[in-house]
């Protein structure tokens, strides 16, 4: 019997050029991708040298980065460009509607074409979060308070995305912009109802379903809902998401490193179980960031080994179809090199129209 493959973990490394325990763990077959940092950048050949060391190791991991644009842009200098935060995008769509569509589409292929000229695969962009004006995590991130225009100018800036040859992933569904709490610190309840959530926060991830490549759950709870984070909640991720709204592409959790993430019905749980439960709920893949230089990323060993006793013992079972969803987020083209990128007509017109 031919065993099953699935490399559900997306982890870190420590620094700018990957070390003996990197390499170990970047070829582990439970691993399907690499999460980087501001923290593993110095400069755009580094950058290069260090995503070329990966694909040496393993030329099917995702390499993946959290750069939206504003103030979440992990790389800033050595010729990338500064990206709005997507409310000015909002701001500037009830002024010209279509010179914000365009504005988005520019982003979005600045994005995607800078990072891949890199070596980096994927973003973990557009925020589809409402903008409330309550949540300091979310606050100018969100593209505007109505979910048309988010949805409309989320959709512009996928397309930019997919012009450059990368995929999408939406956050944070159904929506944490209406929680003051910060997930990374502590447990947001949100408490409307399910009716009032698919009405309005929800209805961008509803618009775009057919044009998302992933997900990524809010670590926030919606009592009237479910007990369980949405990250942890299989009638979010699997009767709401994936049945009423119909989406077909990959889940991913948000960072177990969270506090929320650890946090299951008032009790604290570990890094392995929280995984599990996050892949029992209905995610393809899972998150853990900032890990690597504690205790020599002894959390990311741990897991490991706790995902593979999990599979040996028939606790967790590996799914073809979520493998196939993680392959499928790798580039399909070939990148241009950033040489190329600063001839090219696009990029410089994508350039313009950001200005």
């Given at each position: ?179 003051k709490a910060d997930s990374h610190l502590a447990v947001p309840v949100d408490k409307r109802s399910l009716k009032a959530i698919l009405a309005e926060d ?114 967790w079972e590996p799914r073809a179809e979520s493998e196939a969803r993680r392959a499928a987020l790798l580039p399909q083209t070939a990148p241009l090199t ?18």
């Amino acid at each position: 019997m031919e065993t099953l493959t699935h490399a559900p973990l997306v982890l870190d490394v420590a620094g700018t050029t990957l070390d003996a325990a990197d390499k170990k763990r970047l070829a582990h077959p439970l691993v399907g991708g690499l999460i980087l940092f501001a923290r593993n950048f110095e400069n755009r050949a580094q950058l290069t040298a260090l995503t070329s060391a990966v694909k040496a190791i393993r030329p099917d991991l995702l390499i993946a980065v959290d750069h939206e644009g504003g103030r979440v842009q992990r790389f800033r200098t050595d010729g990338f460009t500064h990206l709005p935060a997507m409310r000015s995008l909002g701001e500037l769509w009830m002024e010209d509607a279509m010179r914000a569509t365009a504005a988005a589409t520019a982003a979005g292929y600045v994005l995607a074409s800078e990072l891949r000229a890199c070596g980096v695969d994927f973003s973990f962009a557009p925020v589809l979060d409402l903008d409330y004006g309550e949540s300091s995590v979310i606050g100018d991130r969100s593209f505007h308070r109505d979910p048309r225009v988010v949805a409309l100018l989320a959709k512009s800036l996928m397309h930019g995305l997919l012009l450059a040859g990368m995929h999408s992933c939406a956050k944070h569904f159904p929506g944490h912009g209406y929680v003051k709490a910060d997930s990374h610190l502590a447990v947001p309840v949100d408490k409307r109802s399910l009716k009032a959530i698919l009405a309005e926060d929800a209805k961008p991830f509803e618009w775009l379903v057919m044009s998302l490549g992933a997900v990524m759950p809010a670590h926030v709870i919606y009592p009237k809902v479910d007990t369980r984070p949405a990250g942890f909640s299989a009638r979010w991720l699997q009767e709401i998401l994936r049945d009423r709204l119909g989406f077909g592409g990959a889940i991913f959790s948000d960072d177990l490193g969270m506090t929320a993430a650890r946090t299951l019905e008032g009790v604290a749980i570990g890094y392995t179980e929280a995984a599990l439960v996050a892949l029992h709920a209905g995610c393809d893949l899972v998150l853990m960031c900032n890990q690597s230089g504690v205790d020599g990323g002894l959390a990311l060993d741990d897991m490991l080994a706790g995902l593979m006793q999990a599979q040996q013992s028939g606790t967790w079972e590996p799914r073809a179809e979520s493998e196939a969803r993680r392959a499928a987020l790798l580039p399909q083209t070939a990148p241009l090199t950033w040489d190329e990128l600063m001839h090219d007509p696009a990029y410089h017109q994508a350039l313009v129209t950001l200005a």
